[in-house]
């Protein structure tokens, strides 16, 4: 009679870890980033149709890197989730804290009873009143979450370009310096022998949550309007 496989639940948690990791490390970075008006989205995607950057509702904005059809499904959950949530309750009562908490369930649970966790990483941000009541919470494929401050990078160089936004980013940036501070991070090298990269606007999807606007505060910038913010700066 054969022995039955065994594998340690340590080692089975590590190894999901190791492939959500390989699989999300080969997308390409998105970063979000406080600025004096709201909060900006920054990542380098030619695509028109298949977005990283998305309205959940009318404060609240979605990012994420990985395999596209896994965080889709996530991001439209978070729609039905928040739709019902408003109508049942109050659009006030919809908050990036509760959707965090959603996705965090879900996460969780893939990654430790489906035999193959979700490869995505997301960014779930609201924009407050005030710059103060702003929250941006970063959640990873196994469920945890981080309440992040001022910026926070995704993606295959999320460490080495987070580096480089803590020692640039600064609390007071306007639109134009955000963002142009996100594209030259996007297009920093990724090593001593490689130069740096200038990404036209036609390669970026941007998006903000801007405060100033009444009650959806999601916007889209691309084309003109977007490569005369980049020029501004």
């Given amino acids: 009679m054969s022995m039955p496989f065994y594998v340690s ?20 970075s998105v970063v979000v980033l406080q600025y004096d008006d709201g ?5 380098e995607n030619a695509s028109r149709a298949l977005h990283k950057i998305s309205e959940i509702y009318d ?10 059809n896994e965080f889709e499904n996530l991001r439209v959950a978070g729609v039905r989730y928040a739709d019902l949530r408003g109508y049942s309750y109050d659009r006030e ?3 990036a804290r509760g959707l965090a908490n959603a996705y965090a369930q ?11 966790p979700l490869e995505v990483e997301i960014v779930v941000a609201e924009v407050g009143r005030a710059a103060a009541g702003d929250q941006i919470y970063r959640l990873a494929y196994d469920g945890s979450v981080t309440d992040e401050h001022g910026y926070v990078v995704m993606g295959g160089q999320a ?3 987070g580096g480089l936004l803590a020692q640039e980013w600064r609390a007071g940036l306007t639109l134009p310096e955000v963002l142009a501070l996100a594209v030259r991070t996007l297009g920093s090298p ?10 036209p606007a036609a390669q ?13 505060t999601f916007r889209r910038l691309a084309g003109a309007l977007l490569e005369d913010l980049l020029d501004a700066d």
């Fill in 9 to 28: 639940p340590e080692q089975l948690m590590k190894d999901r870890a190791d492939y959500a990791r390989k699989g999300i490390a080969r997308g390409r």
């Fill in 39 to 43: 909060i900006a989205f920054a990542t």
């Fill in 59 to 68: 404060r609240i904005g979605f990012a994420a890197v990985g395999k596209y």
């Fill in 93 to 95: 009562d919809v908050t």
């Fill in 106 to 116: 879900t996460l969780g649970t893939s990654f430790t009873t489906e035999s193959k």
């Fill in 159 to 161: 460490e080495r370009l």
């Fill in 190 to 199: 990724a090593d001593e022998a490689s130069e740096a990269r200038t990404i």
């Fill in 204 to 216: 970026l999807e941007v998006a903000v949550l801007d405060r100033t606007r009444p009650r959806r």
